[in-house]
């Protein structure tokens, strides 16, 4: 009867967490109207807003296949995460996008070079002083931050 | 009171920029704000004051048993005799506990949930619009860090 | 790609407490010492301002840690450890505002007195005058703080003096951001008002 009941409690987080969430899930149906039936399904919208709406399904479209994949899981797992997490990663993220741009360029390579790396590496490399050098403190914390809400990819994709 | 924004941009704006955590571009625009809005100068006059003030509030110095009581406290709980219901705990209680938590597993699955989406009868719902462009949004960000490697600077990264 | 869902990096002062708690959960003391070493003084001095009375607070701040302790054998880390933590704190302060209001005729200056002097950041100003309204303008902030409603009051705390973001204290207070930017701005609002007195330029504000 206990073990029913742990069964229990261990499946509750399955039930509320989506792992696609329905945003994706809208888009993916989106995706798969004709024309037509998409302007049906979008036409309460605001023009100006449908427009932005549908030139940013586009740009999500356009990623080659390969990548939107790689994106696709991405996105998934940040969707695991507790709410709290993704509000941070958030806030993370849309600080290192206001970074000036040399410096965004610099962490945003930092970020994707270190998710690529088995953890020791990626650790040693995080405390080295060429890391500390190279980035400052506010920076370093981003750097951390990222990492944290994001997969680590095992091997060096193509783009 | 003549601030062409409307009160709760005001508060935010005015909050963010006293408590310096607004973007640099939001920051430069209200500045910008700023120089010609009287009102909106006062109160920030007045917020930075009042952030002044709340920042020379200080606590007193805390006890100095304070830790040591909390310990005493949970070693006499840990050597408390348990109430006679805490052995007793076993099956009995347990089975009307399991059937409820099989009854409301039942009740989750067969909920249709958030992510079984209606039918739109007449065009996609403002709260499914808001869950699109949020996707989108958390997208587009993540997908900013994996273009870095196009980068010419990323490649000196570390 | 290896299994990369199981092999987040953990982020320092974050997932260090949850690692912390669960080592607690596991019969480990010595990281209830550490927890309590780190997260004691935000805890108590939130409860002091919530409730202006050390005595109070510190007695308060003993069950929260307490009740943390408690509930170690069923903790999970479903979200951050300082949000579990003030969400115990804040419903006991909550709880003790709200039980306080009822007997407030009960109330009386002796407690307050009772609180021993606020510290006070070291001043420069030999100036007595300055001195004066530097105290007078600290015995309206507290008054102006017990003045808010007590989630109003929740909501400013956690906000000045934790540097909580809204999400935060919308998971500490149970509810929405846009909640939490009501709350604060209507506390913010308040405070301006009340302390208006002392801005250098004055306001002829009027009260919401």
């Known amino acids: 009867m ?108 930092a970020v994707h070079n270190l998710r690529r790396q088995p953890d020791e590496i990626r650790d040693r490399r995080l405390a080295s002083r060429a890391f500390n050098e190279r980035f400052n403190e506010d920076e370093r914390k981003l750097i951390r931050e990222a990492l944290a809400v994001l997969p680590p990819q095992a091997e060096p994709t193509q783009q | 009171m003549n601030c062409i924004l409307n009160t709760n941009e005001q508060e935010k704006l005015l909050l963010g920029y006293c408590s310096a955590i607004l973007d640099p571009e939001t920051t430069r625009t209200y500045a910008r704000h700023l120089s010609v809005c009287e009102h909106c100068r006062t109160m920030v006059e007045l917020q930075k004051m009042v952030d002044e003030s709340l920042g020379d509030w200080l606590p007193p110095t805390l006890s100095e048993n304070f830790d040591q009581k909390l310990f005493a406290r949970i070693r006499a709980e840990q050597e408390a005799p348990k109430p006679w219901w805490h052995f007793n705990f076993g099956w009995k209680p347990a089975i009307p506990l399991a059937l409820a938590a099989i009854l409301l597993a039942v009740f989750l699955v067969r909920n249709p949930g958030k992510s079984e989406l209606a039918q739109p009868q007449d065009g996609i719902k403002a709260d499914e619009i808001a869950e699109v462009e949020k996707a989108l949004d958390d997208m587009e960000a993540l997908q900013a860090l994996s273009t870095a490697d196009t980068a010419p600077a990323a490649k000196e990264s570390i | 790609m290896s299994g990369v869902f199981d092999n987040v990096t953990p982020v320092a002062g974050l997932e260090r407490d949850a690692e912390l708690m669960l080592r607690v959960r596991d019969g480990d003391e010595t990281s209830f010492a550490l927890l309590l070493e780190k997260h004691r003084n935000p805890v108590i001095h939130f409860l ?117 973001e809204y999400s935060q204290i919308a998971a500490i207070l149970g509810c929405s951001e846009s909640a939490v930017k009501s709350l604060l701005f209507r506390a913010y609002e308040s405070l301006r008002f009340s302390l208006r007195q002392f801005s250098p330029g004055g306001s002829g504000l009027k009260a919401s």
């Not at chain 1, 009941?5 to 149906?29: H, K, M, T, V, W």
């Not at chain 3, 054998?73 to 209001?101: C, G, M, Q």
């Open chain 3, 48 to 164: 002091y301002r919530m409730v202006q009375n050390q005595a109070i607070a510190e007695e308060l701040a003993q069950e929260v840690f307490l009740r943390v302790y408690r509930s170690r054998e069923t903790y999970e880390p479903t979200a951050k450890f300082s949000t579990w933590l003030f969400r115990i704190t804040t419903h006991l302060a909550l709880n003790h505002v709200r039980d306080r209001r009822k007997d407030k005729l009960n109330d009386s200056m002796d407690e307050k007195m009772e609180d021993g002097a606020p510290r006070q950041l070291p001043t420069k100003e030999a100036n007595v005058e300055q001195r004066l309204i530097r105290d007078a303008r600290l015995g309206e902030v507290r008054q102006a703080i017990e003045e808010l409603p007590e989630k109003q009051r929740g909501a400013v705390l956690m906000h000045k003096y934790q540097e909580m």
């Open chain 1, 2 to 109: 206990r073990g029913i009941f742990l069964l229990f409690l261990l499946a509750l987080p399955l039930y509320a967490q989506d792992a696609n969430s329905p945003g994706l899930q809208l888009i993916e149906r989106l995706n798969r109207m004709t024309p037509a039936e998409r302007q049906k399904m979008l036409n309460r919208m605001p023009p100006a807003r449908r427009q932005m709406l549908e030139k940013r399904i586009n740009n999500f479209n356009n990623i080659r296949p390969e990548a939107r994949e790689k994106l696709k899981k991405d996105y998934e797992f940040f969707q695991q995460l507790p709410p709290e997490k993704r509000d941070d990663a958030r806030r993370t993220l849309k600080q290192i996008a206001d970074l000036p741009e040399e410096r965004r360029k610099l962490v945003r390579g």
